[in-house]
């Protein structure tokens, strides 16, 4: 069986990024992603990202940046105060590519940069 999601699209807003006692650092951000149809839809999805490429996402990701996720799909589970069961599905990316131009991530010329 394989977990495996791959996703090109625009940051919906800047990374969060949340340090740990632990040293551990996890962002999240949600991602943006067109839909090849005449109706040009658009899927939202809640990217989650840990370690040196949370960092990297932290520093170098803004909203509107082009970017590409490797990762797997979960589903965060929970009961809310209500009794009501909740699931909300999110990517946890173990790759981060910057796409796009310099000018969407930090300066000029067009690039192309793999942190995974």
Known sequence: MVNSVILVGRAGRDPEMRYFESGRVKTTFSLAVNRPTKEKETDWFDIEIWGRQAEIAGEYVRKGSLIG???RLDFNKWTDDGGNKNVKPVVHANGLRLLG???????EGSFSQDFA
């Open 101 to 107: 131009s310099k000018r969407d991530n930090a300066g």
């Open 69 to 71: 996720i490797e990762g």
